[in-house]
């Protein structure tokens, strides 16, 4: 019996998806605008892991408390000003990374081709949302996250 209602509570959930409705433009001016508050060009730095962050990521991996608490700024400014339920497309962001590359907004310091440097940011930021979506939707995860950080760190992770 039980098993029957969690295959309906499956079947009934829908998709998140990414809201369709945002522009390459408003990608790109919200990160422009997180760069200028950092006083940074580059992008690659503020959001890779720190020492203590994981090798290898994607979006079965678990979620790095220290790396979250790193990036909080610049993943609470898209989620605030862009991806309102923080998804977004890779068809958005990656031309916004591109474009702030060839403005000069950013930097490519990684030593990687453009088109490689903006689909790994992508990818990064994509996940790092993905884990700030987690927290924010399961009691359970934001307690396995929040245990490993210090106060200060909750307080910048805490979106």
Known sequence: MLVAEEREAKIKRKRL??????????VEQCLARHLQQVRSKDLHSLVMPPAEG????????????????????LCWDLVHDVARNSK????????AILGLLKAGKIENLSGKKE???????DFT???????????????EHRFLV??????LQKTKAHM
């Open 54 to 73: 994981p090798l290898k990521w994607n979006f079965q991996c678990r979620a790095s408390p220290a790396w979250m608490a790193k990036v909080a700024g």
């Open 125 to 139: 930021i994509r996940v790092l949302l993905n884990w700030f979506r987690q927290c924010a939707t399961s009691e």
């Open 17 to 26: 998806v990414a809201d369709p409705q945002v522009s390459t433009a408003q």
């Open 115 to 121: 088109k490689e440097f903006a689909e790994s940011i």
């Open 146 to 151: 929040y245990k490993k950080l210090s106060e």
């Open 88 to 95: 977004i497309n890779s068809s958005k962001l990656q031309p």
